[in-house]
């Protein structure tokens, strides 16, 4: 019996040998895993820092502080990569002038948004019909508001005025008579074409006189194709041409004036 209990004895105290053992195995493999960490942190500290050799402690600590930021936003190492070393390179040269990092780029999260945002694209040129489209619908729509209100208030004007072949025609010639007004004051903005003012004015009462002139022309044609509408046609009609012109806005960049 004693025998059988000194055995018992024995291997109870060889198990918790081995646990701590095991235990103290363990420690030294967590602290081992510890420091080889923080070794490859400070390895990768020193390659950061190394690439910005040259550079000011604030530029430093800037681009540091903005390669850090990137990397936490997931942004392409091998961009980053890159841009770091171009932003490394225009600091060089432009530090020994008195320009800071903040002062060239604003933050470094404000950077940060940049970069990731991509360049701002360029805004393109307004073609000379695309402005008299848009002036044309905004005329059209103008009109077609007036036509409304004034059939509303006085049934009979809208007859006297004209109707649907005048809304057109009109419309039409005011949309090209303003882009081509609209176009000589960007020529003479841009100085391509130093086009006198008196000329300008002259080209302005000209074309009022054409639209006039044209406009009491229709007008006066009679016919079902220049008969008056309904107010309510005409507003309808006011409506679904804001529409239109909105939505032309957004899908291919309609503009009144090319600057």
């Not at 649907?164 to 949309?175: D, E, K, P």
């Not at 000209?206 to 007008?219: D, K, M, P, S, Y």
């Not at 005409?234 to 409506?239: D, G, N, S």
Request: one cysteine or more; charged letters at 25%; proline letters at 3%.
């Amino acid at each position: 019996m004693t025998e059988k209990k000194a055995a018992e004895e024995t291997k109870t105290t060889a198990g918790e040998n081995t646990v701590e053992e095991n235990k103290q195995r363990n420690q030294k493999v967590a602290q081992q895993q510890a420091a080889n960490l923080e070794e490859k942190k400070a390895e990768g500290v020193k390659v950061v820092v190394s690439k910005f050799a040259g550079l000011t402690k604030r530029s430093e600590d800037y681009l540091f502080r903005l390669n850090k930021i990137l990397e936490e936003r997931h942004y392409d190492p091998a961009k980053r990569e890159a841009i770091i070393e171009e932003l490394t390179l225009e600091l060089r040269e432009k530090q020994s002038k008195g320009f800071t990092a903040r002062r060239l780029y604003g933050t470094p999260s404000e950077k940060a948004d940049s970069i990731i945002a991509g360049p701002k694209k360029e805004a393109q040129p307004v073609t000379f019909w695309k402005m008299a489209l848009d002036n044309g619908l905004m005329m059209f729509m103008l009109f077609c508001a007036m036509y409304a209100i004034m059939g509303m208030v006085s049934p009979k004007s809208v007859k006297v005025n004209g109707g649907v072949l005048t809304l057109l025609v009109t419309s039409v010639l005011a949309g090209v008579g303003m882009a081509f007004f609209y176009q000589m004051a960007a020529d003479r903005k841009a100085k391509k074409q130093r086009l006198p003012f008196w000329k300008m004015l002259l080209w302005s009462l000209i074309l009022v006189v054409v639209w006039l002139l044209v406009f009491t022309g229709v007008a006066a044609i009679p016919g079902i194709l220049n008969a008056g509408l309904n107010p309510i046609v005409y507003a309808v009609l006011a409506v679904l041409v804001f529409g239109l012109r909105y939505y032309l806005k957004k899908k291919i960049g309609l503009r009144s004036q090319p600057f």
